[in-house]
């Protein structure tokens, strides 16, 4: 009786229940505490193996790739491709609802992020169904209907070179949406709208601005053309009523020398707030607290991934911690409450940017690409994860996250910058790391005692996101075409399926009707970190496509 | 691929108009790194990076023309026909095709949309309205600049009409009227608005409460609207003193022509 008692003052300390997503998967990252993790158990490491297509969608918008998140709501799945081309589906059986398209965005800047032809998921709120498009709209449309109510115009893609491909994230009555940009000669923000009419709410630059705390850590105006965009979606804790983000890389991406002046610190606060993870008023936008993962990023390591809100013990405490990593694969242990420091750690297992982290969380031994020369850097500015979202498992407690071993030579320029255009100021071909015969592995760490616990490899990369679920299953996908299940205990393989074409999106669970469906985003992609992919492994013939699988169990075999 | 073999080309040789072949490959190179070679695309000598590979694989002379000057739809390779000058643009060809082991390097010539065309010539703009060219589409301002309603010469967003005559004075601007702002009550909410289009399934009109301005689709039954509003366009140009719009006037003069 009295261990009952103690289990049950102990459970609201774990349970988190705005964690897990159960029946719905309504936001971008499960729910707004971005785990990835279903609580469905239906689907569990002894019956996984019955598991078979249920029904399949096959967008039609071939040509790039399938990225994005599917959403559901009440039974009623909600997916976008690449053109921006939305869907509503009956989440049971795959029939259309209604299907929107998105008409010919206006062009941007040649040859910048604004032609990146990407999308990474709607956000569903206040009857409406939210997205960001190639030519910088916010647009909103009848969650019944799929018909436009309304749209709004964020950046000029022709003036900014930037574009929207994250996934909105819709916090009480605003839908925050941020770009990406953030290696042209560009500002970063996110900006806020209300989700009933449209209309402004906020707007927060990342790189602050003159007369504004923090632009004193930029050379000159640098700051004008800093980057630092929030190219992905953040998460949302609303106990504490914060907006959790993080922040890109500085730019000029590889040279520093515009944007920082000699002689500076580099252990703290150089160039604000890029490669930050940033909290703000939910309501205001304004900047509640910042931690600068990477002061002085000059190797395009940004640390715009997402952030994963979770309580946990540490050191006898109970803490409102967050978990985010960058490009590095340097993963850090937040205090979700004042942004101090608890911890780090390193997934990659080849790395030479630093030497380490010092107790207190500074980069040490920095190794720093230099005019006139080449330089080898591991990992590269591909990531040792991609965009792609790891995973958090309430039941393990670990975090299942897939790492890449990629390295990369650098040549840095001193090109000065013109509004729009990349301004990365370096080649920085990929190249194989010697002497592996793997390079990728999906691995379990223990965030508090920052431990790898298993580690499963894998022949080429993965890029795709990880899904938990209360089954003691982890599931993503590789870009020969499997999507498959790990034990999420042991890491042992333990089903896999033949979808037809590369993973890159992010696979969910849901529920209707009491069944559970796990949905799989079959489709590689040909541009940017896929397109290294195809330059490493020259011999492969990695698919596009943009098809959705969803499987369940048949009848009977549950 | 279809689309390469449904027009005609006239090729001429690169070399006609006398151009050193060394020197417009070096030209072509210094195109090819500032501009394909950036960011996550081709890559130093055409190596590839985050977009494929471009050297030695053999690409033929058509190809690299076409591919160059009109991109490749629905990808993110984008045509560069207007976004580089003629010289580079051919330099940049050569390049290209040096990349792919072609010896003697061939362009396409020709106009239409098959052609290498010159991109639209800027205008030559004096100091006061080079800057005023700067305020007018200052991103500093965020959606306090001109153009998160007016587009020129093909940049900002085109809310409002094409500006057809500029104010005469900056009091002319600042008593600017805006007849084709009207009032739209929709849900018991009245509001500036900007009709687009009003028909029998939807309305479509742009609200000008705040900037940037929301374009909104609503069902005919629920929107009121009469002529006229309370919205002036001196309370959306605050962002600027006087100064700055006397640039800004300067500008639109040299660039907006009647």
């Known amino acids: 009786m009295r261990l009952l008692l103690v289990l049950l003052m102990a459970m609201p300390l774990y349970s988190q229940d705005g964690g897990p997503a159960r029946a719905d998967w309504p936001h971008y990252g499960g729910t707004h505490l971005s785990w990835r993790y279903s609580a469905l158990e239906q689907v569990n490491t002894t019956n996984v193996k019955n598991l078979v297509p249920a029904w399949i969608f096959q967008t039609g918008d071939y040509a790039e790739n399938l990225h994005s998140t599917p959403i559901v709501v009440d039974g009623v799945m909600y997916l976008i491709s690449a053109r921006a081309q939305v869907t509503a589906l009956d989440a049971a059986t795959g029939r259309v609802i209604w299907q929107y398209r998105y008409p010919t965005p206006r062009s941007g800047i040649p040859g910048s992020h604004s032609d990146f032809i990407q999308n990474r998921g709607v956000a569903v709120g206040d009857g409406k169904v939210f997205f960001g498009t190639k030519d910088n709209f916010v647009v909103a449309l009848d969650q019944k209907t799929g018909r436009e109510a309304w749209k709004v115009n964020v950046d000029d893609p022709r003036q900014c070179g930037c574009n929207i491909t994250a996934a909105p994230l819709v916090v009480k009555d605003k839908v925050i949406v941020g770009g990406n940009g953030g290696d042209q000669a560009h500002r970063g923000y996110l900006t806020a709208f209300y989700t009933r009419n449209g209309r402004l709410a906020w707007r927060w630059y990342v790189v602050p601005g003159p007369g504004e705390k923090g632009n004193e850590t930029w050379k000159g105006d640098s700051w004008r053309f800093g980057g630092g965009s929030p190219w992905l979606t953040g998460s949302f804790d609303p106990d504490l009523n914060l907006v959790y983000w993080g922040t890109g890389n500085a730019a000029a991406d590889f040279y520093d020398g515009d944007r920082v002046a000699p002689g500076v610190n580099k252990t703290q606060d150089v160039n604000l707030y890029t490669a930050s993870v940033v909290a703000l008023d939910a309501d205001t936008g304004k900047l509640r607290w910042y931690y600068q993962e990477i002061p002085d990023d000059v190797w395009d390591f940004d640390s715009s991934y997402e952030v994963l809100l979770m309580d946990r013990q540490i050191r006898g405490q109970t803490r409102k911690i967050l978990v985010h990593m960058n490009k590095s694969g340097l993963t850090f242990v937040l205090d979700r409450v004042t942004g101090e420091y608890l911890g780090s750690f390193n997934v990659p297992e080849i790395f030479n940017w630093i030497t380490g982290v010092t107790e207190n969380g500074k980069l040490a031994g920095r190794y720093e690409p230099e005019l006139g020369e080449t330089r080898s850097f591991c990992p590269s500015a591909a990531g040792a994860k991609s965009w792609n979202s790891m995973t958090y498992s309430t039941r393990t407690r670990f975090i299942y996250t897939p790492t890449n071993e990629i390295c990369t030579d650098v040549t840095p320029n001193d090109n000065k910058p013109v509004e729009g255009r990349f301004v990365m100021n370096g080649n920085f071909p990929m190249k194989l790391p010697p002497n592996r015969a793997t390079y990728s592995h999906v691995d379990a760490w223990d965030p508090v005692t920052g431990k790898r616990i298993w580690s499963m490899p894998y022949k080429f990369v993965l890029l795709s996101s990880m899904l938990a679920t209360a089954g003691d299953l982890v599931f993503t996908g590789d870009p020969e075409g499997n999507f498959f299940a790990l034990d999420a205990r042991t890491g042992n393989r333990i089903w896999s399926f033949q979808t037809g074409a590369g993973h890159r999106g992010s696979a969910i669970s849901y529920s209707v009707n009491g069944k559970q469906y796990i949905a799989a985003t079959s489709g590689w992609h040909q541009t940017v970190v896929g397109g290294a992919a195809a330059a490493l492994f020259p011999n492969e013939n990695f698919r596009l496509g943009s098809t959705l699988v969803v499987f369940a169990l048949p009848e009977g075999s549950r | ?258």
């Open chain 2, 1 to 258: 691929m279809k689309s390469v073999f449904l027009f005609g080309f006239i090729f001429i040789p690169m070399l006609a108009g006398g151009q050193n072949l060394t020197d417009v490959l070096k030209q072509g190179e210094d195109v090819f790194n500032k501009t394909c070679a950036a960011g996550y695309c081709h890559g130093a000598q055409g190596a590839g990076g985050g977009a494929p590979r471009v050297s030695a694989r053999g690409f033929d002379q058509t190809f690299i023309n076409n591919t160059v000057t009109r991109g490749i739809p629905n990808t993110a390779m984008p045509p560069f026909t207007n976004a580089l000058s003629r010289a580079d643009l051919i330099a940049v060809v050569a390049y290209v095709a040096e990349l792919n082991g072609i010896a003697n390097p061939t362009i396409a010539a020709g106009g239409g949309r098959d052609g290498l065309l010159e991109p639209p010539a800027a205008p030559v703009l004096s100091g006061d309205a080079a800057r005023g060219r700067s305020l007018f589409f200052d991103a500093v301002r965020s959606f306090g600049r001109c153009s998160t309603c007016h587009e020129v010469n093909g940049i900002g967003m085109p809310v409002a009409a094409p500006i057809a005559a500029v104010p005469a004075s900056l009091a002319a601007l600042e008593a600017l009227e805006t007849p084709r702002v009207s009032t739209a009550t929709v849900g018991g909410e009245s509001m500036p608005a900007l009709v687009l289009s009003n028909k029998s399934q939807a309305v479509l009109f742009y609200d000008l409460t705040t900037t940037p301005p929301v374009l909104r689709t609503e069902a005919p039954a629920a929107v009121q609207k009469r002529d006229g509003s309370n919205w002036r366009h001196s309370s959306a140009i605050g962002s600027y003193n006087e100064a700055e719009l006397t640039s800004i006037l300067a500008y639109l003069r040299a660039a907006v022509k009647p």
